[in-house]
């Protein structure tokens, strides 16, 4: 199903109807493929909610240079791929933490809505949930619709906000988002802060394309370990214990 001008929405049918995904807010799989007579694995966040029976759905942007992005856009009804997992990348507890901070760019929004959804669906969970979703232009903004309906229903639980690098002149006047890159000044203004060295009332999350990574926070190690934090949010007085790269 197409989403908007690079990225579609694809279904992917388990073998058996009755199956059901046993993934765990937040889980990502592992797609791999043959393309051109090489193996190829990528991991990739679902954007269905756990337990989700027969099937499932995987919010995918084509990358010019992506083996696997593009090898999934030029699939057709009837195609197959390998899908291995879940492998849960962050063990969400319900009110382990007061506030919880989302940085996404661009297809790092897979895992947020996972996180999103999972307090949201949750009465007993009082987490306070902020986003912020940076991308190059408004029409890249992936589930804005779902993401603003979410927000106007919870709007005390929920405050979601974005930023466009660019915007056409006919956009500006009805555009309500912030424009540029994510500085610190922007952080401080739509997140919270931490309050104290190691403030365990405070979680942020950060998912995105490398440079966002760098910029943000600092990536991961090669050997996908949480590595050092740096970035933006190093500057403003977080630590380690309270950020989470995905």
Aim: aromatic fraction near 8%; include cysteine.
């Amino acid at each position: 199903k197409k989403y908007n001008h690079n990225t579609n929405v694809f279904t992917f049918a388990f073998d058996d109807p009755k199956a059901k995904f046993n993934g765990k807010t937040a889980s990502c799989v592992m797609l791999r493929t043959d393309v051109n007579g090489k193996d190829v694995v990528r991991p990739y966040t679902p954007i269905s909610r756990p337990n989700t029976i027969g099937q499932l759905e995987f919010l995918i942007k084509e990358y010019p240079q992506g083996v696997m992005s593009k090898h999934v856009h030029a699939m057709k009804k009837g195609d197959r791929i390998e899908i291995k997992g879940p492998m849960q990348k962050y063990p969400y507890e319900a009110n382990k933490f007061e506030k919880l901070a989302l940085i996404a760019g661009g297809t790092g929004i897979s895992p947020m809505i996972q996180v999103i959804e999972e307090v949201i669906s949750n009465p007993d969970d009082k987490t306070k949930v902020t986003l912020l979703f940076a991308n190059t232009t408004i029409s890249d903004i992936l589930l804005k619709e779902d993401l603003d309906k979410l927000a106007a229903k919870h709007p005390d639980r929920l405050k979601v906000y974005y930023t466009v690098d660019k915007i056409e002149d006919k956009e500006t006047k009805s555009w309500k988002g912030d424009f540029g890159y994510v500085t610190p000044d922007m952080l401080k203004k739509v997140l919270p802060m931490p309050s104290k060295k190691d403030d365990e009332s405070l979680l942020v999350m950060v998912c995105g394309p490398p440079g966002f990574m760098k910029l943000i926070s600092g990536d991961k190690t090669k050997d996908y370990k949480q590595g050092d934090l740096s970035g933006l949010l190093k500057g403003l007085g977080f630590t380690e214990k309270n950020v989470f790269k995905f």
